[in-house]
């Protein structure tokens, strides 16, 4: 390759590591290889069904803390149990609210000429790349509280990899389609 012809390739930004939040462009996707972050509504979905699931443990975990509170052999430490259920609880619903914060600023991805790629994790961290020529199909999902929330989610099925689907959250429905049909598009060519 003669030297002006490497001067004009184009430069691509470095890869970020693992633990860094690259910038992002926002919500509004366009498939140029920069990254974009989830819908806001996706943090309140999240929150609404992890308060559910706080409030449901919650439920499960006071049947044993009634009998443990009217057990016999207690006595004076009667009032540690329903401490214990409280402060469990109380745990469970703070971890909700919290928790989708953190993971919503460490959720990403992007789609350039070659892969898609999703950034996501809050204490384990990972970064996966499917390579456009791996994508089998995909599907575009809408759960019953995606619904509520104008949402859905974008399923990728792979070829061959040992993770065969990976799942894309917090889309709206024209976004996910357009992803679905950037992804789709250039290996509509590659029949075997």
Same mark, same amino acid.
């Given at each position: 390759?003669?030297?002006?012809?490497? &001067?004009?390739?184009?430069?691509?930004?470095?890869? $970020?590591?693992?633990?860094?939040?690259?910038?992002?462009?926002?919500?509004?996707?366009?498939?140029?290889?920069?990254?974009?972050?989830?819908? $806001?509504?996706?943090? %309140?979905?999240?929150?609404? +069904?992890?308060?559910?699931?706080?409030?449901?443990?919650?439920?499960? =975990?006071?049947? $044993?803390?009634?009998?443990?509170?009217?057990?016999?052999?207690?006595?004076?430490?009667?009032? =540690?149990?329903?401490?214990?259920?409280?402060?469990? +609880?109380?745990?469970? =619903?703070?971890?909700?609210?919290?928790?989708?914060?953190? &993971?919503?600023?460490?959720?990403?991805?992007?789609?350039?000429?070659?892969?898609? !790629?999703?950034?996501?994790?809050?204490?384990?961290?990972?970064?996966?790349?499917?390579?456009?020529?791996?994508? %089998?199909? +995909?599907?575009?999902? %809408?759960?019953?509280?995606?619904?509520?929330?104008?949402?859905?989610?974008?399923?990728?099925?792979?070829?061959?990899?040992?993770? &065969?689907?990976?799942? =894309?959250?917090?889309?709206? !429905?024209?976004? &996910?389609?357009?992803?679905?049909?950037?992804?789709? %598009?250039?290996?509509?060519?590659?029949?075997?």
């Amino acid at each position: 390759m003669a030297e002006d012809e490497v &001067a004009h390739q184009p430069v691509r930004d470095p890869e $970020p590591g693992i633990g860094l939040i690259p910038p992002d462009a926002g919500c509004e996707f366009c498939p140029d290889g920069r990254f974009y972050r989830l819908e $806001p509504s996706w943090l %309140q979905l999240s929150r609404l +069904t992890g308060v559910i699931g706080a409030l449901l443990l919650g439920t499960i =975990l006071l049947v $044993p803390s009634v009998f443990a509170f009217f057990a016999s052999g207690l006595g004076r430490y009667r009032g =540690l149990v329903v401490l214990a259920w409280c402060v469990v +609880t109380i745990l469970l =619903l703070v971890r909700a609210w919290v928790w989708p914060r953190l &993971a919503y600023r460490r959720y990403l991805y992007r789609v350039d000429d070659s892969r898609i !790629q999703i950034r996501r994790g809050v204490l384990w961290r990972e970064v996966l790349d499917i390579p456009r020529n791996r994508i %089998q199909h +995909t599907d575009v999902t %809408q759960g019953l509280l995606e619904r509520s929330f104008e949402l859905c989610h974008l399923v990728v099925h792979t070829a061959g990899t040992t993770t &065969a689907t990976v799942r =894309l959250d917090g889309l709206r !429905q024209e976004t &996910a389609f357009r992803i679905r049909d950037e992804l789709l %598009q250039s290996g509509a060519d590659d029949a075997v």
